[in-house]
Each structure stands twice: as C-alpha cells, then as structure tokens.
C-alpha cells in the first residue's frame, strides 16, 4: 500500500531539478496500490499531479496538493509469427523498454532510444524522435479513472494522437492514470533512417547493412551530443515544439532565409526546427542568471544550478518573443508549465 508523505521535496522528481515542495506525495508500484488510493484514501479529493520520470514538466512553484509518482515496473512480451505484443508498467524507464526491445531483436522503437521518461507518459505526449511517434507503434494501454477507480483500456483510434499530443492532454487531461502501456512492434526490422543525421553517423562508423541495434547506438549518440545529461545539469530535453506552419509563410521566410532547416508534412504544411529558429535569434548557449540554453542545441534550455522555474519560465518567453519578432512564428513549449 502507498505511504502518504507531507510536505515533499520535488527536487529530484523533476529532471529541471527545481527545488519545490508538494503538500502531499506518495508512490505507487502497482495497480492495487492505485485503486487503494483512488477509492480509500481522502487525500485523493485535493488538486492531483501524475508523476512518471518528470522529464517533461517545469515547476513555477510548490504544487498545493497531492503528487502521484508512478513506479509500476515489469516488461512482458507475446510473439506472433513476426508481430510482437510488448507491455511495460507505466513506472518503467523508457531507455530500459527501447533496450530490452532492441536487445530482442524487436523493431520499431530503436529511433526512439534515450528519450527521457516513463513508458506511462510515452502515449500521453505522443513522444517522438528521428521521424519516429509513439503513435507508429502503440497498440492499446490501460488507465484508471480518477474519480471512480475503474479500468479503462485505450486503442489507438481512442487516443486522438497529434503531434506531441493526444486525447490525455485534451478531453481527458487530468482524469486517467496510465498503468501500463502495449506496443505492436515487429521481428522483421523496416528501419527508418531517413533523418540526415542518421545517415551520416551509419556512414561515418562503415556501416552499410545497419541493423536494429546500430540505429539504436546512432540515435544515442546524436543525443549524447547534442542534449545535456540531467544528471549533470538540470534540464528536460526539448523545451519547444517545432512549429508547423502554412506554405505561404514558409515561403516567405524561405525568401530571407535560404537555409532555413524544414521538413514538408501533410497538407501543404511545413515543419520548422524550432532550434535552428531560437539559434539564429542568437540565444543558443547563452546565459542569463541562473539559466539559459544549451551550448550544443539551442532547443534545449538549463539550470545552471539555483534557477527557479520562473526564472526559466520567463526566459523561455524572451525566446518565444524573439522568434516571433524576427520570423512571424510563435513557439509553442513542450514542457508542461505548473
């Protein structure tokens, strides 16, 4: 059963490392332990807060309620000719699930390897990496409703995913508890290598026939270059979402701005790299106070050590504003802002 604990320190619940307290928190590592709560426990009736890796969130202040961290572990897996069923608890990390998959010799998420966080958290904002989504391999998850404990089990169609969204940010944000989460993946590897920077790591190493295990040891590498480790400085990897903008305002940027970094999508739609943006308004590896953006990725933004999460907050509209300013295009931030 969950202990309720007062008055907890956050500071290392959050990979920002901002040092904020919640009036109440306590840790679950199964589903009973999270029906126990929902259905017995009155401190469930206060403001709510869904813990995975808390790779995503940034803290403006102490959070006036209860804090729910979410450890269920295990990974399972069901084989079906070439199609895989695997299942994680919604506490696993997520580089140890891309791992075991990948240590298996089953395929799909290896684009995805060193992203920060949880599994729990994987559908809810539709993470993404290297011309991978959650989306191109979620099969179905279960989660818990809050106000009634009982069991709900999502497919795909009922998950409304977006880019770095889904149902769970939208019509049901703050009433589901994510417990564990199934991926369809396969034994028969279709590799996705198309991002540049795959390719030229593949062609730097001498290695022409890559399989899953060598896209996994790229894509970690490209990440280990470009982000910073939260152990070792506080941040939560991509503080923005690239901007999708129409053809016509594309073109016109296009006209000023020759080398613009984009990528066509659906719809006469174009994606822009949300760090290429922030790096020509010249903020990339800056420091402002107790804050700033990483050396190597401008998309990335710190904690030089004693930032609070309004210092980072109001810096990140200095850059919001800055784009905007010069290219016409608002930014829009990954990070939940609490």
């Known amino acids: 059963m969950s202990v309720l604990q007062e008055n907890k320190s956050l500071k290392s619940y959050n990979t920002f ?3 904020v307290s919640a009036k109440h928190f306590t840790e679950i590592f199964s589903e ?4 126990e709560l929902l259905t017995s426990d009155p401190a469930i009736d206060q403001d709510l807060l869904v813990l995975g890796g808390g790779s995503n969130v940034l803290f403006t202040r102490d959070f006036e309620g209860l804090v729910i961290k979410v450890s ?3 990974i399972s897996s069901v084989v079906d000719g070439n199609e895989v069923i695997v299942t994680a608890g919604a506490g696993v990390v997520w580089s140890d699930f891309v791992n075991y998959c990948v240590e298996n010799g089953f395929a799909g998420v290896e684009n995805l390897s060193l992203i920060p966080g949880t599994v729990g958290a994987s559908p809810i904002q539709n993470i993404g990496a290297y011309g991978v989504e959650v989306k191109d391999i979620f099969s179905s998850c279960t989660a818990y409703e809050i106000a009634t404990g009982i069991p709900r089990h999502f497919n795909f169609e009922d998950c409304k995913f977006g880019y770095r969204d889904s149902i769970f940010k939208n019509e049901l944000k703050g009433r589901y508890i994510i417990t564990s989460v199934s991926f ?5 590897a279709r590799l996705n290598t198309h991002y540049g920077a795959i390719q030229d ?3 730097s190493r001498g290695i022409l026939d890559p399989n899953i295990a060598d896209i996994s040891k790229v894509v970690s590498q490209i990440r280990v270059s470009k982000l910073p480790d939260p152990s070792t400085i506080g941040n939560a990897g991509s503080f923005f979402k690239n901007p999708v903008i129409d053809k016509n305002l594309f073109e ?3 006209d000023q701005y020759p080398d613009i970094v984009h990528f066509p999508v659906a719809n006469d739609r174009i994606k822009l790299a949300a760090g290429w943006l922030i790096e020509h308004c010249g903020f990339k590896g800056i420091i402002v106070g107790n804050t700033g953006t990483w050396k190597n990725q401008a998309l990335v933004l710190v904690n030089h050590g004693h930032a609070t999460g309004q210092e980072v907050y109001s810096f990140s509209e200095q850059i919001i504003n800055s784009v905007d300013a010069k290219f016409g295009v608002r930014l829009e ?3 939940n802002i609490l």
């Open 252 to 254: 016109k940027i296009l």
């Open 184 to 188: 369809k993946l396969s034994k028969s």
């Open 32 to 35: 009973k332990d999270l029906i």
């Open 72 to 74: 269920i572990p295990g």
């Open 201 to 203: 790591e593949l062609k």
């Open 17 to 19: 490392r901002i040092d």
């Open 333 to 335: 931030r990954e990070v």
